[in-house]
T-cell receptor
Framework: EPEVTQTPSHQVTQMGQEVILRCVPI?????FYWYRQILGQKVEFLVS????????KSEIFDDQFSVERPDGSNFTLKIRSTKLEDSAMYFC????????????FGPGTRLTVT | DQQVKQNSPSLSVQEGRISILNCDYT??????FLWYKKYPAEGPTFLIS?????DKNEDGRFTVFLNKSAKHLSLHIVPSQPGDSAVYFC??????????FGTGTRLTIIP
């Protein structure tokens, strides 16, 4: 069964460093998303991406964040200068179409900022 | 932001009995609802969904009920099995792609 994959599974970085989290969505899916879950809190939407551009972003997704689909298979989330409060599980998701259709989630990347 | 609420942080149910997980929402614009199951160190796994034009959707052991006037949905699992032990999240959207999640309910199935 097709699945969303994410690498790395765990990333430790120092405050102020740049990190890139990678995702390979399901191959025939056209809509891509990033969510995060801070320990003990709910899963929060960060950004959605379609047709090589951002279609929606939350207030969390500030100028420190960017997304890219550098080739036909990868979808990346970059945090330019990490802060302690960026420590969280980051989940990538994809869906075949937008709206009224389920999103499939990857296993997540645990980001720890020290 | 408490647009989607799951008021029971945990629930224990005997194996073979029915598990009922509840979710309330405040945004009347939500028109698509989903349930996800999550094991530790894994991503959410899609279980079942319902659009606002329906009041019930069934898939095997899982049934979701939607009460729009009460802004309430529930997930019924029958019969409950030990493998159902996980955290269950409800999520909602306004017909677009952004999902708003609840805080989750930890379901424990007692053998």
């Amino acid at each position: 069964e097709p699945e969303v994959t994410q690498t790395p599974s765990h990333q430790v970085t120092q405050m102020g460093q740049e990190v890139i989290l990678r995702c390979v969505p399901i191959s025939n899916h056209l809509y891509f998303y990033w969510y995060r879950q801070i320990l003990g809190q709910k899963v929060e939407f960060l950004v959605s991406f379609y047709n090589n551009e951002i279609s929606e972003k939350s207030e969390i997704f500030d100028d420190q964040f960017s997304v890219e689909r550098p080739d036909g298979s990868n979808f990346t989330l970059k945090i330019r200068s990490t802060k302690l409060e960026d420590s969280a599980m980051y989940f990538c998701a994809s869906s075949e179409i937008a709206g009224y259709y389920e999103q499939y989630f990857g296993p997540g990347t645990r980001l720890t900022v020290t | 932001d408490q647009q989607v609420k799951q008021n029971s942080p945990s629930l224990s149910v005997q194996e073979g009995r029915i598990s009922i997980l509840n979710c309330d929402y405040t945004n009347s614009m939500f028109d698509y609802f989903l349930w996800y199951k999550k094991y530790p160190a894994e991503g959410p796994t899609f279980l079942i969904s319902i659009s606002s034009i329906k009041d019930k959707n069934e898939d095997g052991r899982f049934t979701v009920f939607l009460n729009k006037s009460a802004k309430h949905l529930s997930l019924h699992i029958v019969p409950s099995q030990p493998g159902d032990s996980a955290v269950y999240f409800c999520a909602a959207s306004v017909g677009n792609e952004k999902l708003t999640f609840g805080t989750g309910t930890r379901l424990t199935i007692i053998p």
